[in-house]
């Protein structure tokens, strides 16, 4: 059974930094694709950055420069360290995992079929 428990959200000043991290159990994260999605109220999922299994980042335009996901092979963890933060990143942060390639999909929440229950990222 795919477990993946997010953690390191909360509410932090324009400009400052925070790191998510996306703890997995039942998954390998060397082994497989994981993403980072966001969700603000009223608005539809988002994918965030993704992190294929050579370790090769995407990331969506808006948060380009300034996010960077990460995997520790080690801890079983995947991590989001999120810099130069604004009024509208403010969201949900989720966790998602693959064993299937996602290809075209990988920022599509459709890409993904393990998901993690969220962290809040609140930006004022």
């Known amino acids: 059974q795919v477990q993946l428990v997010e953690s390191g959200g909360g509410s932090v000043q324009v400009g400052g930094s925070l790191t998510l991290s996306c703890e997995a159990s039942g998954y390998s994260v060397s082994k497989g694709y994981m993403a980072w999605f966001r969700q603000a109220p009223g608005k539809e999922r988002e994918g965030v950055a993704a992190i294929d299994t050579t370790g090769m980042p995407t990331y969506t335009y808006s948060v380009k420069d300034r996010f960077t996901i990460s995997r520790d092979n080690a801890k079983n963890t995947l991590y989001l360290q999120m810099n130069s933060l604004k009024p509208e990143d403010t969201a949900m942060y989720y966790c998602?995992?693959?064993?299937?390639?996602?290809?075209?999909?990988?920022?599509?929440?459709?890409?993904?079929?393990?998901w993690g229950q969220g962290t809040q990222v609140t930006v004022s």
């Open positions: 998602a995992a693959t064993i299937r390639w996602p290809g075209s999909a990988v920022l599509s929440a459709n890409g993904y079929d393990y």
